[in-house]
T-cell receptor, first 112, second 111 residues
Framework: DGGITQSPKYLFRKEGQNVTLSCEQN?????MYWYRQDPGQGLRLIYY???????QKGDIAEGYSVSREKKESFPLTVTSAQKNPTAFYLC???????????FGAGTRLSVL | QKEVEQNSGPLSVPEGAIASLNCTYS??????FFWYRQYSGKSPELIMS????GDKEDGRFTAQLNKASQYVSLLIRDSQPSDSATYLC???????????FGTGTKLQVIP
């Protein structure tokens, strides 16, 4: 099945720890995105990437890092600098030139 | 700051009725508009996209766009309990990385 796979579904972070959220897609989409969703809030863009080895900061990139070494993969690292990481993290992808985004199932991150 | 505004709800409608969801946006240059449905604890799924003024119908769903008044709406006919979800309005103000999402309207369809 074609789609976007996010793992893990639930993740717990200890104080001072970096954690990495996985996002893999087999849709052959060029563009990939990371969003954060807090309760009662809209989706806020963290990072996006249009092509391999290139990515851009979104509106709330501080405390996060990404890499794009393969077209299929766009992992997000939540660093210890992100002081309020508890949220629902969504990965999305789209064809370059299209503004229609398709979402993975999400990862729910909590702080221990 | 480009904004997309939605009434958070909840909007309650009886089963079989028409549900009307509204969204306003601040950037007059916006060109693309989307409605996503998000069930509790799940990720958003695309329902409709609309690019031109007027109505666009897909099954029980109709999206309406009025660029002059800067609003986009979603009508759901013959509402079903399975339509109970939060509906996110999204607007692209230029470039596919500039999609702004509203906070969503929670719809409750009462059997």
């Amino acid at each position: 099945d074609g789609g976007i796979t996010q793992s893990p579904k639930y993740l717990f972070r200890k104080e001072g720890q970096n954690v990495t959220l996985s996002c893999e897609q087999n849709l052959n989409h060029d563009a990939m995105y990371w969003y954060r969703q807090d309760p009662g809030q809209g989706l806020r863009l963290i990072y996006y990437s249009q092509i391999v080895n290139d990515f851009q900061k979104g509106d709330i990139a501080e405390g996060y890092s990404v890499s794009r070494e393969k077209k299929e993969s766009f992992p997000l690292t939540v660093t210890s600098a992100q002081k309020n990481p508890t949220a629902f993290y969504l990965c999305a992808s789209s064809i370059v030139g299209s503004d229609i985004q398709y979402f993975g199932a999400g990862t729910r991150l909590s702080v221990l | 700051q480009k904004e997309v505004e939605q009434n958070s709800g909840p909007l309650s409608v009886p089963e079989g009725a028409i549900a009307s969801l509204n969204c306003t946006y601040s950037d007059r240059g916006s060109q693309s508009f989307f409605w996503y449905r998000q069930y509790s604890g799940k990720s958003p799924e695309l329902i409709m996209s609309i690019y031109s003024n007027g109505d666009k119908e897909d099954g029980r769903f109709t999206a309406q766009l009025n660029k002059a008044s800067q609003y986009v709406s979603l009508l759901i006919r013959d509402s079903q309990p399975s339509d109970s979800a939060t509906y996110l309005c999204a607007v692209n103000s230029g470039g596919y990385q500039k999609v702004t999402f509203g906070t969503g309207t929670k719809l409750q369809v009462i059997p």
